[in-house]
């Protein structure tokens, strides 16, 4: 049958199983953070609840009695763990000066493991190997500390050095242990180089209804800075046992020269008086009043040489020298096992969990997670931003980047209308004198071609490319670059922050092609031109092509002097003549400079067209990157606050709980048919 104390602890380990996974959530979170520097503070107040609410889970769920032995160095504390525990586990208690908290509990089987301050626990074979570590750690350890103080800052390890071991858990077959319940913690000695203060070191055990035993000589009793710190653990522990370690072998010597007991091993309860009488002051001879504190006198070497030499039991009628501890152990039990205890032990636990879950929900309330949350909402808005304005790249880049020079094209079709025809008239009138001119020479029906007409349509056609080539730069000469987009377009242009100047520039080399020649040669085709036929012809009958031979030759290069064309050409073969310039003029002009300037506008377009579109596929990848560089610390606070949201909703669930349970029967001791409160079988040291 459950103690009411039992269900109290199974009650209050359901109402804190949430607790764990959503804390080991958040300090995961906090360490993959990109700032490390931001979190230290937060992730070192996440691991030191995480570290104490370990403990008080161990001790509702093992129900445990908690004896933390403290002590200044060499006072006895290794002596009374093996004397309690009768068994030698010193061995693995008693490390080299390492500040760190020893929990020995009993197993069946060996186990050892060292806890961090980061959280983080290893798994040894053997206690030599964990002591092979603790060395190890210590000198790590002592140069973080020096370098601290080089620094003239106060060293805490819980900031400064979080690989530091914050704890040891030894688990031996220890049968007296596992009879009582009781897991015993050893604490570093007092004024060592390493102490952080009791302070820090028993955190977990704060409103705790864990009990102190505290070891002190008899020859540093009286010293004042013994008890320098031991205020604080007025203010931890509800019980607090000192124990005198008195030395029952200790002499004295006679004026004679003979050796008698010294009044510390015949009477200690004699030291115990003189304490009470000269020491006792403020909050301690408070505490003692209110018999919060116990003295006891204690030969801890005999006690502990008796116990482990009778395999943990002695009859103190046969060594009378133990009675001081048989008395210890007695009043340590009787504590343990009373309503005291259990009272206490269901309100500290009580006040143990709220405190853990206001801690936890504090984490989250300091200027580290304000940061957080301003810096979510900055990035959640340039998340929004850039997704937007990717969106808008996007439709430019499916834009119609032909439509907006519809009105260049226009321009450049009525530039062209102007001015082609108007060219057009001259080259005609140039090319009839240059023909008056052939017929008074005596050039070749060839030379009429290459060297009169030819150079004249090359000419003309040359210089409308070039009126065009001009026109279109002075067209593309704004600051878009001859292009008139729509206002759509424009807005979104004017969004992602775009300008055609660099796709304008890039494409203003397609206006440099020049002009072929070739198109603008013309060619005469000579067996269309009459010619009249003289006497000779007829006699000689000489046919129509032969007579033609024998005047233009059979490449039309024969040199025809000006009487020659006077006779044979008549105004019947200047009128064909004339008709084949036309016709060449007509075929020339204006398809010739208007196909050319089409396509300058078009190559110039094409350019423009792919220079922009690079340049907003460009964009979009550095918006892209943008977004990703943006998303990757976004996606860290998101889990960030979602865990911490997590933990201050579990706090909090487990707080309003704890609340509901502590005005339950199970908070209180039951009561006995006789009405006295129920005794809790908690341990039976």
């Not at 001879?285 to 030499?309: M, P, Q």
């Not at 008395?327 to 405190?355: C, K, M, P, V, W």
């Not at 008549?570 to 036309?582: C, D, T």
Request: proline fraction near 5%.
């Amino acid at each position: 049958m459950k103690t009411e104390i039992s269900r109290f602890c199974d009650d209050c380990l359901k109402i804190c199983e949430s607790l764990p996974p959503a804390l080991d959530a958040a300090a995961g979170h906090f360490e993959k953070s990109g700032d490390p520097a931001l979190f230290r503070l937060p992730l070192t107040k996440l691991n030191d609840v995480r570290a104490r609410l370990r403990s008080l889970v161990e001790k509702l769920g093992s129900q445990q009695a908690y004896l933390l032995i403290f002590g200044p160095l060499k006072s006895g504390k290794s002596t009374l763990m093996n004397a309690i525990s009768g068994a030698y586990v010193s061995e693995v208690t008693s490390l080299p000066g390492y500040p760190c908290l020893v929990f020995v509990r009993h197993s069946e089987n060996p186990q050892f493991s060292a806890t961090r301050y980061n959280g983080r626990e290893s798994i040894f074979a053997n206690g030599r190997a964990l002591k092979e570590v603790i060395a190890d750690g210590h000198q790590a350890l002592a140069r973080q500390i020096r370098e601290a103080e080089d620094r003239g800052i106060v060293f805490d390890p819980r900031t400064h050095f979080s690989e530091a071991i914050r704890r040891v858990d030894v688990k031996l077959p220890v049968p007296t242990l596992a009879e009582s319940g009781t897991v015993l913690v050893d604490t570093p000695g007092l004024y060592s180089r390493m102490n952080f203060g009791y302070d820090v070191m028993t955190r977990e055990f704060r409103d705790s209804a864990a009990c102190a035993v505290f070891v002190v000589k008899t020859d540093n009793l009286f010293f004042e800075q013994v008890f320098a710190e031991f205020n604080q653990l007025l203010d931890i522990f509800s019980r607090i046992f000192i124990v005198i370690n008195v030395d029952s072998g200790k002499r004295d010597l006679l004026p004679d020269g003979t050796l008698r007991p010294s009044a510390e091993s015949s009477h200690p309860d004699r030291v115990i008086e003189a304490f009470k009488t000269l020491s006792m002051a403020g909050p301690l001879r408070k505490a003692y009043e209110e018999k919060r504190v116990r003295l006891h006198a204690v030969d801890l070497l005999n006690a502990a040489s008796a116990l482990l030499s009778q395999n943990g039991h002695y009859e103190p009628k046969e060594n009378p020298q133990k009675e001081g501890f048989d008395g210890f152990l007695r009043d340590l039990a009787d504590y343990l096992n009373s309503t005291d205890y259990t009272t206490e032990f269901i309100r500290d636990s009580l006040r143990q969990g709220h405190t853990l879950c206001a801690e936890a929900r504090n984490i989250f309330e300091g200027d580290e997670m304000s940061r957080v949350h301003k810096e979510q909402t900055e990035l959640e808005k340039q998340l929004r931003d850039f997704d937007d304005r990717i969106t808008t790249v996007d439709r430019l880049l499916q834009a119609d980047w032909d439509a907006p020079f519809e009105l260049a094209r226009v321009d450049a079709d009525r530039r062209g209308k102007e001015s082609i025809p108007a060219r057009g008239v001259l080259l005609w009138k140039e090319m009839r004198a240059a023909l008056e001119r052939w017929y008074a020479g005596n050039d070749s029906l060839r030379a009429l071609v290459d060297d009169y007409w030819n150079p004249l349509l090359i000419s003309a056609g040359l210089e409308l490319a070039v009126e065009a080539a001009a026109h279109l730069r002075s067209a593309v000469a704004t600051p878009l670059g001859g292009a008139e987009p729509s206002a759509a377009v424009m807005t979104d242009l004017h969004a992602v922050g775009f300008s055609f100047q660099a796709a304008a520039q890039t494409a203003l080399s397609a206006l440099d092609a020049n002009e072929i020649e070739q198109p603008y040669r013309a060619t005469i085709k000579a067996d269309a031109i009459p010619i009249r036929r003289l006497l000779a012809d007829t006699i000689f009958m000489r046919s129509q092509i032969a007579v033609k031979n024998r005047l233009f030759g059979e490449q039309l290069d024969q040199e025809i002097p000006s009487a020659v064309k006077q006779q044979r050409l008549p105004e019947a073969s200047r009128e064909v003549i004339v008709r084949q310039m036309e016709e060449a003029v007509r075929q020339k002009f204006p398809s010739l400079p208007t196909s050319y300037s089409e396509r300058l506008l078009a190559a110039y377009v094409t350019k423009f067209r792919t220079a922009v579109l690079e340049g907003l596929r460009q964009l979009r990848d550095q918006f892209v990157r943008g977004r990703n560089d943006c998303f990757a610390p976004f996606e860290t606070n998101k889990q960030i606050l979602a865990s911490a949201q997590n933990l201050h909703e579990q706090a909090t669930s487990v707080a309003a709980a704890l609340d509901q349970i502590a005005g339950s029967p199970a908070a209180e001791p039951e009561k006995t048919a006789d009405g006295s409160p129920e005794s809790a079988d908690l341990a039976q040291v």
